[in-house]
């Protein structure tokens, strides 16, 4: 786990190192153990590493091979790069280190952009090849690992930090208004390649970028998420769905345990984190680390669920720890976690997930979360509200959007006003082959599209905040395939998550499985008030921080009933707007 960065000039200058070094330079936290610099002539990289897979110099990086004529960058981790390696020794390939990075390097050299289907695991990676003068990026099939771009006529630079980019100057930020009303209606997620700037693209998830000097480009997206079952699937029942799913989940997080010495799990105490550690002690996983986080109640809504944390920790006799938070010190700290967040983030338990990395991190240095169980197993209550309608689009975006058009455009000054962009993207993934279904076509919307940008780029800002490596096995690709052919019907049942629940009732206490369903509150958030609210009172009239963003009498009626102005996702829509404003001023923009 690192931070990468990069320059490729097309005007025949030299990079630009000096630039480099400063975006390197603010990846410090994502890598704390070490730093590396490669340049040759248009091309430079940059690197700041965490040492988890291979702890010797061998494996540091930019790694440079200069027999093969490749030099690469990397972050993240391939869970099967022992296999692979196996495979490359067999081809001839001798190696000199011990980790995942070499085998990365040498296994583009021998399939080219075909190493990208046999890799299992989280990575966004460069690599320069010396001899025909072109840089290749890739991205891991679910976006787990970020890789921000920005290109102009002289150059290309990319870095796996927004803010890490603007250290190099030289950007367009004004906001593109397209991703602006992506922001306000689909839950402040902004789809790749756009991001709120209009002069910072992100890659898309399972997608790989060919540039030459002269700056052109070559992308393709190297894998799609198929659903429904196969022809010798079509029988199966629910029980033998479960069977799959419970073997499957065993070896995603078995290969997750990799060169992971000190373990740790985020503890929510829901089925999810709740079933990770059951099946890291069934593994026999020993000095098992749990944490979980609470807040103060409010709004009539309890900021913590300590007690089904707990009973999972004493049953399985974790080193449990529990981090209350006050509200003082959510304030206090908001504006550090929007610093370390790459694009804004509306979801209340960013700060949970700040505060808790925070926390495990002086514990451990690798985690594993239950990040995607709810996309993949349809575990959110808009599932059942889609299922079976003829018009799915608006099924779904009157149970998701947080607003619809007519309301957006009251919400933004005329400048910013457009057409349904949001509605229009939604719309067109639904209508693309590949899910039948009308929970299917939620359900891959969600695990290829909103879960990228919102709970998994979540957890890598936060975690990688603290030079924390997160471990998401319920992403295992080959998990996520076999998810997306289970009928929908095994998955609907049980208040959602049904199939799922039927594993975790062979692993776990059943206590926890026939629980209310819940997530890492932050109520201070939701229900805005006392001191919170008086700090987003300021934050929103400040004449000094006016963008000329929001429509003032839009402001005047969210701030007269804070606690009644929800989303159907019961968000707190003055916080969205609080939140897009607090961002653009701790990146100073």
């Known amino acids: ?104 390097l040498k296994g583009y050299h021998a399939w080219g952009e075909q190493l990208l289907p046999k890799l299992n695991g989280m990575f966004a990676f460069a690599i320069w090849e010396r001899d025909r003068e072109r840089l290749f990026l890739a991205r891991d099939r679910l976006g787990i690992k970020p890789l921000y771009l920005t290109q102009d006529g002289a150059r290309l630079r990319f870095a796996s930090t927004l803010p890490a980019l603007l250290q190099g100057g030289g950007i367009d930020t004004g906001l593109d208004p397209v991703a602006l009303n992506q922001y306000l209606n689909f839950h402040a997620v902004v789809p790749a390649p756009r991001t709120l700037l209009r002069g910072v693209e992100k890659l898309p998830p399972a997608s790989w970028l060919r540039l030459d000097l002269n700056g052109n480009r070559e992308q393709q997206c190297w894998w799609q998420l198929e659903f429904g079952p196969h022809r010798d699937e079509i029988t199966l029942e629910l029980a033998d769905w479960r069977d799959r799913v419970l073997d ?31 099946l890291l002690s069934e593994a026999g996983v020993d000095n098992l680390s749990t944490f ?35 509200e003082r010190e959510i304030v206090e700290q908001l504006p550090a976690a929007f610093r370390a967040m790459s694009e804004p983030m509306v979801s209340h338990d960013c700060i949970a997930f700040y505060l808790l990395s925070r926390e495990v991190a002086r514990h451990c240095k690798v985690v594993q979360s239950g990040q995607g169980a709810d996309e993949l197993f349809a575990g959110y209550h808009w599932y ?64 290829t599209v909103m879960l990228v940008d919102d709970p998994v780029k979540r957890v890598d800002n936060m975690t990688m905040a603290w030079g924390l490596e997160a471990r998401v096995p319920f992403l295992d690709y080959r998990l996520v395939e076999l998810a997306a052919r289970i009928p929908a019907r095994f998955k609907l049942g049980d208040g959602g998550k049904q199939v ?88 100073g923009l």
Request: glycine share 10%; charged share 25%; with cysteine.
């Open 1 to 104: 786990m690192c931070g990468i960065a990069g320059e490729l000039r097309f005007d025949q200058q030299p990079a630009d190192l000096a630039a480099l070094e400063k975006i390197t330079h603010h990846l410090a936290p994502r890598g704390p153990d070490a730093c590396g610099f490669h340049s040759s002539g248009p091309l430079a990289f940059g690197h700041r590493r965490l040492k988890i897979m291979d702890l010797a110099p061998a494996s540091g990086q930019p790694m440079i091979d200069h027999q093969l004529g490749l030099s690469l960058v990397f972050n993240g981790a391939i869970y099967n790069y022992p296999e692979l390696r196996t495979e490359l020794q067999a081809l001839g390939y001798q190696f000199h280190s011990d980790g995942d990075t070499e085998v990365l």
């Open 248 to 278: 499957g989940l065993r070896q995603a997080v078995s290969i997750r345990q990799r060169a992971a010495v000190d373990v740790g799990v985020l503890l929510s105490g829901g089925v999810d984190s709740s079933l990770l550690v059951g």
């Open 292 to 326: 979980s986080i609470g807040f103060a109640d409010a709004g009539g809504e309890r900021g913590d669920e300590f007690h089904y944390s707990d009973l999972i920790a004493n049953h399985y006799g974790t080193r449990h720890q529990q981090l209350r938070i006050g």
């Open 384 to 447: 059942p509200q889609v299922d079976g309608r003829c018009d799915t689009f608006e099924a779904y975006r009157t149970a998701f959007f947080d607003r619809d058009h007519g309301e957006l455009l009251d919400t933004l000054q005329r400048k910013w006003q457009g057409e349904d962009w949001a509605g229009e993207f939604v719309r067109d993934h639904f209508a693309m082959p590949g899910a039948a279904a009308p929970v299917d076509k939620a359900l891959r919307l969600d695990t």
């Open 500 to 587: 799922l629940k039927e594993a975790a009732r062979q692993v776990i206490p059943h206590a926890v499985i026939d629980r209310p369903k819940g997530y890492f509150p932050v109520p201070g958030l939701k229900h805005l008030q006392g001191a919170t609210l008086d700090w987003v009172r300021d934050l929103l009239l400040d004449p000094s921080q006016d963008r000329g963003l929001f429509e003032p009498a839009m402001l005047d009626r969210l701030l007269s009933d804070p606690q009644g102005q929800l989303t159907p996702l019961r968000g707190s829509k003055l916080w969205q707007l609080a939140a897009l404003h607090l961002w653009l001023d701790q990146q």
